[in-house]
């Protein structure tokens, strides 16, 4: 168990809805990341918080967004979902700073979208 | 542009012998390169680290090298056992900034009992 949490484990929806996924990283982490991953494609790096604060951004389309909140737990909100939104969708965390293992990842189970 | 290459091809292997994958990079200087395993429908979970100015690394049957000159880096796993059959990712770590890893599309072994 990687210590960090993300819920739903699936979801199904249609074209044109709206979905938000949850994750609540490992304790005492302040990183949080965002991946989107299909059959096809790799780990694509969508966005990071970091104590709140967005610090990148990736590939991540202007139909997504996310956001930090005080208690560290982060959400991904997919609007206007199309087809090609299907994919795994993976949050993970890491201290952040200050040690030499601080940008090690912990990755949750992940968020299986299906867009039908 | 900055690229991470792991073979595309899944490396078959007799249970026993030793895997030996390959990571190169180009227009990266990372400080840092990791290595993660993932297996399907799971997220990925962090098996080694190993610095720029660090030869070699090793934790139990796995071993990394890290050449900063040829931008390559090799994860070995020895005596290779069914269990190992999974994907490998390498993550390169530029060691300062946002903390963002790069990482590279994941190289499937298969250990053939």
């Known amino acids: 168990d990687s210590g960090v949490t993300q819920t739903p484990k699936h979801l199904i929806t249609a074209t044109g809805q709206r979905v938000t996924l949850r994750c609540s990283p490992r304790s005492g982490d302040l990183s949080v990341y965002w991946y989107q991953q299909s059959l096809d494609q790799g780990l694509q790096f969508l966005i990071q918080y970091y104590n709140g604060e967005e610090r990148a951004k990736g590939n991540i389309l202007e139909r997504f967004s996310a956001q930090q909140f005080p208690d560290l737990h982060s959400e991904l909100n997919l609007s206007s979902l199309e087809l090609g939104d299907s994919a795994l969708y993976f949050c993970?965390?890491?201290?952040?700073?200050?040690?030499?293992?601080?940008?090690?990842?912990?990755f949750g189970a992940g968020t299986r979208l299906s867009v039908l | 542009s900055q690229k991470i290459e792991q073979n595309s091809e899944a490396l078959n292997i007799q249970e026993g012998k030793t895997a030996t994958l390959t990571c190169n990079y180009t227009?990266?200087?990372?400080?840092?390169l990791q290595w993660y395993r993932q297996d399907p429908g799971r997220g990925p979970v962090f098996l080694l680290l190993?610095?720029?100015?660090?030869k070699e690394k090793r934790k139990e049957r796995l071993k990394v090298t890290f050449d900063t000159t040829l931008k390559q880096s090799l994860f070995h796993i020895t005596a290779s056992q069914p269990a190992d059959s999974a994907t490998y990712l390498c993550a390169l770590d530029r060691g300062y900034g946002n903390n963002r890893l790069a990482f590279g599309k994941g190289n499937q072994v298969v250990v053939i009992p």
């Open positions: 227009n990266y200087s990372p400080a840092y």
């Open positions: 993970a965390s890491s201290v952040g700073s200050g040690t030499l293992r601080k940008n090690i990842q912990y």
């Open positions: 190993i610095r720029e100015n660090e």
